[in-house]
């Protein structure tokens, strides 16, 4: 069983930069792809970023890139997701996922954290 936290959501101004963790207990980190969702109000959830177990590929919302990139610590079992020159319309809930295939698409991940609010408004 996988079990994944994330943690650093906040409100923000436009223009800051936030960085998310998702802290994961088990294999997590060395057997699976790890990715990035937000669903922001009345809209589906939508995929941000992912990297492949290896943390040799990544892939990136064409919405974020450029501006947010996603990284892993493996000593720590933790996983971050830096953003930069944050939007209002980045403003949602941020979850991350682990599943057995490297992909943007939701239902290839089976193990996913609460979410964490991230609010960006000036």
């Known amino acids: 069983q996988v079990q994944l936290e994330e943690s650093g959501g906040g409100w923000v101004q436009p223009g800051d930069s936030l960085t998310l963790s998702c802290a994961a207990s088990?294999?997590?980190?060395?057997?699976?792809?790890l990715a990035w969702f937000r669903q922001a109000p009345g809209k589906e959830r939508e995929f941000v970023a992912a990297m492949s177990w290896t943390a040799d590929s990544r892939m990136t919302a064409g919405s974020v890139s450029g501006r947010f990139t996603t990284s892993k610590d493996y000593a720590q079992n933790t996983a971050y997701l830096q953003m930069n020159d944050l939007k209002p319309e980045d403003t949602a809930i941020y979850y991350c996922?682990?599943?057995?295939?490297?992909?943007?698409?939701?239902?290839?991940?089976?193990?996913w954290g609460q979410g964490t609010q991230v609010t960006v408004s000036s």
């Open positions: 996922a682990v599943g057995r295939t490297f992909s943007p698409r939701d239902f290839d991940y089976m193990y």
């Open positions: 088990g294999d997590a980190f060395t057997d699976y792809p």
